[in-house]
């Protein structure tokens, strides 16, 4: 009986099976190798930025530098804030930048990765801010398109406007405290 030429037989299902398993092992392999030394390579980035004047840690391990302060308040989670900004991996190879768009660009800041809703915060508007963020306040061991599993981010961002959430909007804790004034109060009369 012939064999047609295009008719794949089981033993070529189970070689291709057992190849795309290969491809698929080696492939994570790579990936997992690629994520450790980022994150090696990302610790002595930030143990190095860490030295330079200027530059302070948070807690959380946010690495920080002010360079203009800016005037007025300080932005809060619930606000929208509106920044022009360039990112960076620490090789110097740029993910993003409003700049070459052209246009700044606008978000509530709790909408974003946590190491910008903390970092913002220690600026007002017309500040700038240069932001070392470590892998577990960005995109961590996932990574996104153009950023790689545990990749520290460098990001050199301008606070160019603050515009505060709307009343119903304001944080939760607020409208307790003033129902705690308001209790207050009555107890009082």
């Known amino acids: 009986m012939p064999i047609r030429a295009n008719c794949p037989t089981r033993r070529s299902k189970q070689t291709l099976q057992a190849f795309e398993t290969r491809v ?33 840690t948070s807690k959380t391990g946010l690495l920080y530098k002010v360079e203009k302060e800016g005037a007025g308040d300080a932005p809060k989670d619930s606000d929208t804030v509106v920044v022009n900004y360039k990112g960076t991996l620490i090789d110097g190879k740029e993910f993003d930048n409003s700049y070459t768009r052209g246009e700044p660009l606008s978000f509530r800041l709790d909408g974003v990765i946590p190491g910008w ?3 913002l915060k220690n ?9 070392v963020i470590p892998p577990d306040l ?18 050199d961002v301008e606070l160019l406007d603050i515009k505060p959430a709307p009343k119903a909007d304001a944080q939760p804790e607020a409208a307790g405290d003033a129902k705690a004034a308001d209790a207050k109060a009555d107890a009082k009369k």
């Open 24 to 56: 698929k092992t080696a492939a994570q392999q790579k990936m997992e190798k690629d994520a450790t030394e980022n994150e090696a390579k990302g610790k002595a980035f930030r143990d190095s930025f860490a030295k330079e004047k200027g530059v302070k």
């Open 117 to 119: 809703t903390e970092g």
């Open 123 to 131: 600026i007002k508007k017309g500040g700038k801010i240069k932001l």
């Open 138 to 155: 960005a995109y961590g061991k996932t990574g996104v398109p153009g950023i790689p599993a545990n990749s520290t981010l460098v990001f």
